[in-house]
């Protein structure tokens, strides 16, 4: 396939970031992940913080501290809980940055569903990078420094968040194995060797 555009789905703490750097970096294409909301709010003329509550994605560091039940780090003005509901002209504005990203080309697109929209996209290769939920929270305990529970219960949060995203932007109640054109499972494959999958089903055809 002429694989232009690489879109990379991802479950908390299974190595996406990792592997879509490492995807991009072996295309050749540029990676792009919090550029998509930071882009979003500039368009939309509000704070970054404003549209990061529409997404509901706040950086890692951010949700680990909310499980642990401390006082939210600073980041810009503050940390801002997420709506109860999204504002729908926010969720369109962020799929249209999504869209236009990708219309550009030789880019790795991480995160905000984007497999879901461009879906049909020529040149599209999108990936799902997955792993079991005890394997990815021994990987959080670590890295966070987390107890199990709290790493367990940061995993089923994140995993019930990211359906209910699916859900909200873009009306898919069950994610299903042919929205990937691949799925890996980093539970025995180490970022590298999934990094070369996904380069090769880009390369091929």
């Known amino acids: 396939m002429d694989c232009r555009v690489v879109s ?21 294409f540029r990676y792009v992940n ?4 930071a882009w979003a709010a500039e368009k939309a003329g ?9 997404e509901h994605t706040p ?24 709506p109860a509901q999204a504002t729908v002209s926010y969720e369109t504005l962020i799929e249209a940055v999504v869209r236009e990203t990708a219309k550009a080309g030789s880019v790795v697109i991480v995160a905000h569903g984007a497999s879901i929209p461009l879906a049909g996209l020529p040149g599209l290769l999108r990936a799902l990078v997955t792993a079991s939920p005890e394997v990815r929270a021994v990987r959080l305990a670590q890295a966070a420094k987390l107890d199990d529970r709290k790493a367990r219960k940061a995993i089923e949060d994140s995993d019930r968040e990211r ?38 089903a880009a390369k091929s055809g």
């Not at 919090?34 to 909301?37: K, L, R, S």
């Not at 642990?68 to 003005?77: A, K, N």
């Open 8 to 28: 990379i789905s991802r479950a908390l703490a299974a190595g996406g970031e990792e592997i879509g750097r490492a995807v991009a970096d072996e295309l050749k």
């Open 34 to 37: 919090d550029e998509i909301v």
């Open 46 to 54: 509000v704070s970054l913080q404003t549209m990061e509550k529409v």
């Open 59 to 82: 950086p890692l560091i951010e949700r680990i501290l909310q499980y642990m039940g401390r006082v939210p780090i600073e980041v810009g003005q503050g940390y801002v809980p997420p």
């Open 163 to 200: 359906g209910e995203f699916l859900q909200r932007f873009y009306g898919v109640r069950q994610e299903l194995p042919n929205h990937y054109d691949i799925t890996v499972n980093t539970d025995v494959l180490t970022p590298a060797t999934a990094a070369r999958l996904i380069v090769t």
